[in-house]
């Protein structure tokens, strides 16, 4: 059972573009999609990680928008970073999942219970990994990864919104 859903930004959340304007402003596009999948990790009480390579105000900002449990920018080493999220909450390496794109996630990508890559993900990562969504980074793919990880309580979660007026 997965009890912590860890993911890479760049490349997942984003088609992995990075705009600049003339005064040196960064711009990235997010799916407004993916947020659902925070949204059913956090029904169902399992926290949600973001482990990133890049230090952005956007990445924090989207990041406090959705109330991600645990923010970690400037990372290069995942699999520590990842780890000591793990041993503060006592889990296994089984009780993790992750979704990257890319060679930085890759040692960690072998390291946790369940490894997803989006469909534009390069060949021989995805050879490495259990799942392969069919959304490219910045298109839903988080939310494909958490639907596929929730899927025997995902039309529980969908009829819980039923309730909503």
């Not at 997803?116 to 069919?134: E, F, H, L, R, W």
């Amino acid at each position: 059972m997965i009890k912590l859903v860890l993911t890479d930004i760049d490349g997942v959340w984003t088609d992995g573009g990075m705009f600049y304007d003339q005064t040196g402003n960064e711009w990235k596009k997010f799916n407004t999609s993916d947020s659902a999948g925070v949204l059913f990790c956090h029904r169902l009480g399992i926290p949600v990680g973001i482990i990133t390579g890049e230090n952005t105000a956007i990445v924090r900002r989207r990041a406090e928008k959705l109330g991600i449990d645990y923010l970690r920018q400037g990372i290069v080493d995942k699999v520590s970073e990842a780890n000591s999220i793990r041993l503060k909450l006592g889990l296994d390496w089984e009780e993790v999942a992750y979704i990257g794109d890319d060679l930085t996630d890759l040692a960690l990508l072998k390291k946790v219970g369940v490894a997803y890559v989006p469909a534009n993900a390069p060949d021989y990562i995805k050879q490495m990994v259990q799942g392969v969504t069919q959304k490219a980074g910045g298109e839903g793919a988080f939310r494909e990864f958490v639907e596929a990880l929730l899927r025997p309580k995902l039309n529980e979660l969908v009829a819980s919104y039923l309730h909503y007026s």
